[in-house]
């Protein structure tokens, strides 16, 4: 039923998709079997591929029951741990299908899709954005047993602080992803997709251009971006019995001032994207510092809602003229590597005002009970910001 899904898939993109030119000095040809993607997905992520498929015969079955056994408990710890009740979160403060948001921004995500699609399931489009290099789709068929296995341990590795925590560790995430044969976000975005119940439909590498339009680049480009050009990869992918496609975009981008300075079209592309949501957790209390201005106000302008914990955008930005608040969980100040973040005015909201319950712990305080999540709406009747962010032009 899948592969007649892809295959209908197929025919329809071929029949409606405007695809972006390829970028100058491209190849054309992709390096990876497009019919292998989804079942590459699966083994990265510790499930079954289709018993037909060629990567079968790859595969050392013992290995990869090794890597099934290993990572699938794993991912049944968080589900009863945290993820079911996240997605339930989800559902409450959103609604179903077409009333939930549509076009959700998720800057300094890293390659975090588990919790993006956890609670924004029914998003149709979504941009992520971290200093994690954007890597290359694995192509299991060119790699010996030995290889897929010590890469899939690897894989294993890089995954074990946001399964244990919720949140990757970017230092260590960064070193460990250039370890692995399995290099950048790519193969983690892959692997949170498929856990997620989705089906990988197909991939493009990106180069998001100074002129703010997108072309289709190649392995070498993406990962040697020509100067003012920020790398990306897109992941077309669909719920298996939906006929509807969905598209993750991840850019590999410094947004603190100085690095928008130098890729201006990233403010205009997050602007032309529209996002109706904007996602923050464990965001290192960036957007608390001056010089990551230009993102914050970016978020500030063209958010219709913003969910985050204490990490994202300082509580005092969001003006009670312009922003509805609601506060969930509990706010007891940052762990001790941001001690300097502390926001009196939020403390002051969470003890004052009626703070819903928080059922699971998520970002730097993951612990049940410890956590805090605020959903701050913007008012219909409320006035702008300020002037529109700066281009930069």
């Given amino acids: 039923m899948l592969r007649l899904l892809i295959a209908m898939g197929l025919l329809l993109q071929a029949l409606t998709a405007s695809a972006a030119p390829l970028c100058p000095g491209a190849s054309g040809a992709a390096p990876w079997d497009q019919s292998l993607l ?4 699966r083994v990265l992520a510790g499930l079954d591929a289709p018993l037909e498929s060629s990567l079968a015969a790859a595969i050392d079955p013992a290995e990869l029951a090794r890597h099934r056994a290993t990572l699938g408990k794993s991912w049944a710890e968080l589900r009863t741990r945290q993820l079911d009740a ?3 979160f989800g559902v409450s403060l959103f609604g179903k299908g077409s009333r ?3 076009h959700v921004f998720y800057p300094f995500s890293g390659p975090d899709a588990l919790y993006l699609v956890s609670l924004f399931p029914d998003a149709r489009a979504s941009v992520l954005t971290g200093l994690e290099p954007v890597g290359a789709v694995p192509v299991l068929a060119d790699l010996s047993a ?5 890469s899939l341990a690897e894989l294993r590795k890089s995954l074990y602080a946001i399964l244990s925590f ?5 230092n260590d995430l960064t070193v460990d992803l250039k370890r692995n044969r399995f290099v950048g976000v790519t193969p983690v975005l892959f692997t949170f997709m498929a856990q997620a119940g989705y089906a990988i439909f197909d991939v493009r590498y990106v180069l ?4 703010g339009k997108l072309c289709q680049a190649d392995a070498a480009q993406v990962a040697k971006p020509p100067a003012a050009h920020l790398p990306g990869v897109e992941i077309e ?6 006929a509807d496609f969905r598209k993750l975009t991840y850019f590999a981008a410094d947004i603190g001032d100085g690095g928008l300075r130098k890729t201006p079209q990233y403010l205009d592309y997050i602007h032309d994207f529209a996002p109706d949501a904007t996602y923050l957790k464990s965001a290192s209390y960036l957007m608390h510092k001056s010089y990551f201005s230009l993102i914050r106000k970016l978020i500030l302008d063209e958010s219709e809602l913003v969910l985050q914990d204490d990490s994202g955008v300082p509580h005092g930005w969001f003006r009670p003229q312009l922003w509805q608040a609601q506060l969930y969980g509990r706010y007891k100040g940052p762990i001790g590597l941001f001690r300097n973040w502390y926001q009196h005015d939020l403390a ?8 819903e319950p928080l059922d699971f712990g998520i970002g730097y305080q993951h612990r049940k009970n410890q956590s805090n999540l605020v959903l701050y709406r913007k008012r219909a009747d409320g006035a702008s910001n300020g002037p529109a962010s700066p281009r930069l032009r």
């Fill in 86 to 88: 996240v997605s339930a």
């Fill in 166 to 170: 919720s949140f990757f560790r970017t």
């Fill in 38 to 41: 989804n079942d590459t997905a």
């Fill in 100 to 102: 939930a948001p549509q």
């Fill in 348 to 355: 002051e909201a969470y003890a004052s005002g009626d703070p």
């Fill in 237 to 242: 992918y669909f719920a298996p019995g939906h």
């Fill in 208 to 211: 998001l251009a100074p002129d």
């Fill in 146 to 150: 030995q290889e897929i296995e010590s």
